[in-house]
């Protein structure tokens, strides 16, 4: 069996990683190593979750230059000697660490420098002096162009997962950070597809790059030890299917993924209400809200991890046995990352894809470019029987381990405190007779007739005018006051009348 040593990788290294329990190389590393050594350019293509992270990062490390070697002094002090671009921050992170790890005995320093936190604490470790620095395009410009960050002396450019940069967009920045770096650099592409635009990107920048591919083809790029169960649900019955299955004999840490944040936020809320240790992941959260929630899931100290794609882009966590995919992928590619999360470094994994009614024209292209056996989704609730079978979720099995929570009516509404508690017989009644003016003054049958002189007050001259509106054309509306202070009644026929006033022929009463 072939080892690390085997493969001429330096014993500091190698310890490093045996205390980790890493000692056997993937298929991925043990391709990519002896060619990346030599200081060769390549380009590796590997399905998700082999461990393409070593095999560039193992060559990046030897090939640096560590603080305690002699020749160091000779290297311009503090200038970044390597540089791995990234197109997330959760990749990024997930990069440093891994370099770190393996790193830990030479003394390299290693910096990750992404956007959605603050520009002072990276500014002041580049001031300081760093030697291999991991990044997303964004914000490694954005240093770029305050002079802070100077890549003009790398010896090695790494561009990890560069079909999701093509995807997200970030294909004019990295070219513009590949100009920024030296012509004779080693460079190395990873990338588990190879579209035209990245195959261009390599003519363009690379230098006679090896290809080096640990699969047949893309259409094997799906984990072999992953099981693939694909289901037609109602979205309503989705999250009681969730919870059933995190009662399965085999579930541990599951990662949910949503076309949307909303549906993201909505689904954790509702996984949470149910009893289950859930966070949400999406680009509306602060930076430092997600490495919370990732560091969480990292530590067993969360269960459920809901993400979007963008957010959930180069997640690498151990013991992940589920991989749910909330709303169908858009597309191919989409599904073969989402399952990858499931499944790594020869682990088995259980994907499971909910299927809309609306998606299945969807789902059956993604089956047709995979060549998978499931074109005809099969239509699942949370009490199907195969369901249970498939998931291995004992009989009687309900999607929540608490109870709910008792809705709790509140007192404070408008309405209650209008007095809706009290009994209606209690309330003071209100009268409705147009006894007393606007004002506050009585009424008084011949009060306020056209000959008096008496003072009108603000609210009675009010009353007059809005009744000499309403009353416009009525019987009695121009004899003078009297009529305008009575009360009134309507006929059957819907027109007004003053009390007392001369009926019509038409419609009296008597």
Known sequence: MTTFRDLGVQPQICDALERAGITVPFAIQEMTLSVALMGTDLIGQARTGTGKTLAFGIPLLQRSVAPTDPDYAELPQGKPQALVVAPTRELALQVSNDLKLAGAD?????????????????????????????????RLIDLANRRALDVSHVHALVLDEADEMLDLGFLPDVERILKMTPETRQTMLFSA??????????????????????ESSYENATVPATAQFIYQAHDLDKPEIIGRVLQAEDADKMIVFTRTK????????????????ASSLHGDMTQVAREKALAKFRENKLRVLVATDVAARGIDVAGVSHVVNYSCPEDDKTYVHRIGRTGRAGATGTAITFVDWADIHRWKMINKALDLPFE?????????EHLYHDQGIAPGTKGRIVDPAPVERSGSSDRGERGADRPRADRPRRDRSRSRTRGGQTVQAGAGSADTDAPVTAGEAQERTASEVSGSGSAGSGEGGASRNRRRRRRKSGASSGAGAPASSEGSEG
């Open 376 to 384: 005809e989704p099969q239509e699942t609730y949370s009490t199907s």
């Open 193 to 214: 597809t190879m579209p035209a635009a990245i195959v261009a990107l390599a003519r363009t920048h690379m230098r006679h790059p090896m290809n080096i591919r640990a």
């Open 106 to 138: 030479r003394g390299l320093r290693v910096l990750t420098i992404y956007g959605g936190v603050p520009y002072e604490g990276q500014l002041e470790a580049l001031e300081s002096g760093v030697d291999v620095v991991v990044g997303t395009p964004g």
């Open 262 to 277: 909303r549906a993201a936020q909505r689904v954790a809320d509702d996984l949470a209400e149910r009893g289950f240790n």
